[in-house]
Nanobody, 120 residues
Framework: QVQLVESGGGMVQAGGSLRLSCAAS????????MGWFRQASGKERELVSTISILGGRTVYADSVKGRFTISRDNAKNTVYLQMNSLKPEDTAVYYC?????????????WGQGTQVTVSS
């Protein structure tokens, strides 16, 4: 079992930055592909970014490329999402996810979510 706990969400003005953290617990937490999804009100959950087990490969949704950076510290069992140049359309609940599939097409563990609100 892996437990995921997100933190770092909040409210920010457009153009601002936030850093989300996801603390993973469990003996094999560092053995999973990790990622971030988001779900805006009235919309489906969408993939934002993934990072491979050793952190050497990252993938981003087109909508966040060049603005968001995913990273992980396996010694701390923590994954981060640095979000810069935030836009109102980035407003959503952000979920941390873990799985064995490199594309996280099948998520095995979800966090509880953290709200990000970007005002114009």
């Amino acid at each position: 079992q892996v437990q995921l706990v997100e933190s770092g969400g909040g409210m920010v003005q457009a153009g601002g930055s936030l850093r989300l953290s996801c603390a993973a617990s469990g003996r094999t937490a560092s053995s999973y592909v990790m990622g971030w999804f988001r779900q805006a009100s009235g919309k489906e959950r969408e993939l934002v970014s993934t990072i491979s087990i050793l952190g050497g490969r990252t993938v981003y949704a087109d909508s966040v490329k060049g603005r968001f950076t995913i990273s992980r510290d396996n010694a701390k069992n923590t994954v981060y999402l640095q979000m810069n140049s935030l836009k109102p359309e980035d407003t959503a609940v952000y979920y941390c996810a873990a799985g064995s599939d490199p594309r996280l097409s099948r998520v095995e563990y979800w966090g509880q979510g953290t709200q990000v609100t970007v005002s114009s």
